[in-house]
């Protein structure tokens, strides 16, 4: 049975101090939930009696069954001047109801003369009768050594007399925190490593990423005695943020062969990570190690055919046994081997030696030196390989289009109009459509025109995103652009690209592409409706 490390989650309260990351209560309930359901051992829910909504998420978590999971609320030690009994944080902090108090407290000497202005002596007097107040009511009480590291580097003694007292007071881990994040992993290393020879009370790592090093010192932790690991999802948190747990818990398990995650829920990781990053309205990290989406992903043309004889020549470990996907990107710097496992992946067997591949490859090279990129694009890819292969169902001839963009008054918003011509086996549709900008109004004359012959599947589609950039920016108002367009339906999503120096060109190229890629994906019958 391998040695079991406690994952502490503070998502909700620490990874919500990160520069714009909010979360409504209904967002932090379902994060929770999910945590929960992930296998996480510890969800710090927030401060209570700091705000209305933390106060309104431990009202509502009481009513939650917690499948796994122990919810801690979290504080800080009592004020200077009274005891814990009247201090009005501890009593909210038992109001809270949760079966787990975490409370930070000051290891260094510099925040206990100038942050407390106290005596230093008055401070463990504090640390002890907070923890030992909050024991008595029945809490399993967790307390953070808030700035330990640089505590321990000032004034070593100190530093592990205030462990000290938390631990006599009955606390039943102790959390030594990088809290500036400026620690090495070396100096990590040595003073876990003292701390476990003087205290048999269980350490947890509470570290920051200011230089990067969350993860690592984490790491190195766990590896000197710690037994416990404190961080956030994605890595949120104030400044450069806390360590990442989407890092550290692969790493434990697959690393050091160590449990952090109940039996099977690892290769759930890079779902909660999407998650986590959906309710929190942020884009995810795509080269995030283990579930990113460029985490497994092949762009030369060596290492593709390399992967092709076996993965382990450039992964350091299977895709799938953290939830995430190998994918394979075609540019200008592919091989042979990328354009036939691109082929497979779609259904399409290709002999190496076969004259389309190359053409393929020429074909990439010459649109690539135009400004054209087609990793994040991968339905034009699979429609030019098509063309190529000789496979390709034209659906539709975009035959001609104008744009006019009228302001009538320095009141009122510009109007748009497109006027756009489609033929479709011969028959031709002719359609004026007006849009919130050019590109919309294209998009509307597009899916009218073609509403005729394929109005179902055409019903399917819909334009997600919009992206514009500028290819070659020497040449300033003149210079080329690729413009990227995102579409889906109810199952997928896929991408397209446009380049010209009209960016009203680009946008209808990327978006004849997106929707003939649709259409093509939906559509089954023979002919299209109105031929």
């Not at 909700?12 to 990351?21: A, H, K, N, S």
């Not at 008595?136 to 590291?149: K, Q």
């Not at 949120?236 to 050091?256: Q, T, V």
């Not at 359609?431 to 050019?438: C, Q, S, T």
């Amino acid at each position: 049975m391998p040695q079991r490390i406690a994952i502490y989650d503070t998502t909700l309260r620490d990874g919500t101090q990160g520069e714009g990351i909010t979360l409504s209560l209904e967002d932090k309930l379902k994060i929770s939930r999910r945590l929960d359901e992930f296998g996480v051992d510890y969800i710090e829910g927030g401060w209570p009696g700091s705000n209305p909504k933390d106060a309104a998420f431990f009202e509502a978590a009481r009513a939650i069954r917690w499948e796994h999971s122990r919810l801690a609320a979290f504080g800080s030690t009592r004020r200077a001047r009274t005891t814990a009994a009247e201090d009005s944080n501890i009593r909210c902090l038992l109001e809270a109801g949760t079966p787990v108090v975490t409370i930070f407290g000051k290891s260094w000497m510099l925040h206990v003369t100038h942050a407390l202005r106290t005596e230093p002596e008055r401070n463990l007097e504090m640390i002890y009768d907070s923890v030992k107040h909050l024991v008595s009511h029945g809490r399993e009480v967790i307390y953070d050594a808030e700035h330990f590291f640089d505590g321990y580097r000032a004034d070593p003694d100190y530093a592990l007399k205030a462990l000290e007292a938390a631990r006599d007071a009955g606390a039943s881990c102790l959390s030594l925190c990088d809290t500036n994040g400026g620690t090495l992993p070396s100096e990590v290393g040595e003073v876990v490593g003292v701390v476990r020879s003087r205290l048999d009370t269980p350490i947890a790592m509470h570290a920051h990423n200011d230089s990067g090093l969350a993860v690592a010192n984490s790491i190195v932790g766990v590896g000197c005695g710690a037994s416990q690991v404190q961080g956030t999802i994605n890595g949120y948190g104030e400044r450069c943020g806390n360590a990442n747990l989407c890092s550290i818990i692969p790493i434990l398990e697959l690393k050091m062969g160590l449990q952090a995650l109940p039996e099977g829920k690892l290769s759930e990781i890079t779902e909660v990570a999407h998650f986590v990053d959906d309710v929190a309205n942020q884009v995810p990290a795509d080269r995030q190690p283990f579930v990113g989406l460029s985490a497994f992903a092949h762009k030369a043309g060596i290492h593709v055919d390399a992967m092709m004889k076996h993965p382990k020549t450039y992964e350091h470990i299977s895709p799938e046994l953290v939830g995430n996907t190998r994918r394979i990107l075609i540019s200008e710097l592919s091989g042979s081997s990328t354009v036939i496992q691109m082929a497979k992946n779609r259904g399409i067997d290709l002999d190496k030696a076969a004259p389309e591949v190359r053409a393929v490859l020429d074909r990439i090279s010459a649109l690539e030196n135009e400004g054209y990129s087609f990793e994040g694009a991968e339905a034009s890819f699979e429609l030019l390989l098509k063309k190529s292969l000789g496979q390709h169902r034209k659906l539709f001839h975009l035959d001609g289009f104008r744009v006019i963009i009228e302001k009538r008054s320095p009141d009122q918003p510009p109007i748009t109009e497109a006027t756009l011509k489609v033929l479709v086996d011969g028959k031709e549709a002719f359609v004026v459509a007006e849009g919130d900008g050019p590109v919309h109004a294209l998009d509307n004359a597009l899916r009218k025109a073609l509403n005729e012959f394929y109005a179902d599947e055409i019903e399917r589609i819909r334009l997600v995103d919009f992206k514009v950039r500028v290819v070659n920016v020497k040449e300033g108002t003149a210079a080329k652009v690729r413009v990227g367009i995102e579409s889906s339906d109810s199952a997928e999503s896929w991408n397209t690209v446009g380049v010209s120096t009209n960016i009203i060109e680009a946008s209808v190229s990327a978006l004849a592409d997106s929707v003939e890629y649709g259409l093509l994906k939906h559509l089954k019958v023979g002919k299209p409706k109105g031929a």
